[in-house]
């Protein structure tokens, strides 16, 4: 089952779509498209057609369907699980670095998710031997402590402690990099 399948059967299954009209729209695919998935799906057993009345018909998950759509749930979920433990680790060797070069104090720009897990791998790490500051702009006082920014786009100024936490994380090795070898991934300013 590719993607755009799974996608058609979750919608199916929760109910959100009456007809084809509202599963493309839901979708945001033609109309054309919608019912090839659907086709493909009907010949997969994974959706089965109840007729209504002569002009309306109704979708159905089969027992086939569900199941699929459970294991596919299920692999998603551990995947997820699996990326969240990367993150973490990267995000404890940046913090770590930091912390070792005797870094107590960090300022947090950007209210994200990606905030409340750096703030879980502080408290995970260094327990109660840091202190967390969450700033809306980056100012000329936060020289006492390392900035952690948590939006794409903010560079850590000149003369300033700190990293962009999302770029470090995008880049292309950052999670995959073996750092048993002695190798650097993290480009920290260092004031």
Partial sequence: MDEREFELVNIIGAELGANQRDLSRHMELSLGMTNMLIRRLLAKGYIRI??????????????????????KS??????TINSIGLIKNCLSEVLQKFHSSGVRKFYILGESDLAGLIEMVLQENFKQDFSTVHIRELSVDLTDGAILVCQEGVKVPDGFKGVNMVE?????NALTMDMGEGKAFLEVQQG
């Fill in 50 to 71: 109840k007729q209504l009345n002569k002009k309306k018909v109704e979708y159905i998950l089969t027992p086939k369907g569900f199941a699929e759509k459970m294991q």
């Fill in 74 to 79: 299920v692999k998603y979920t551990l995947k």
């Fill in 168 to 172: 470090e994380l995008a880049r292309d």
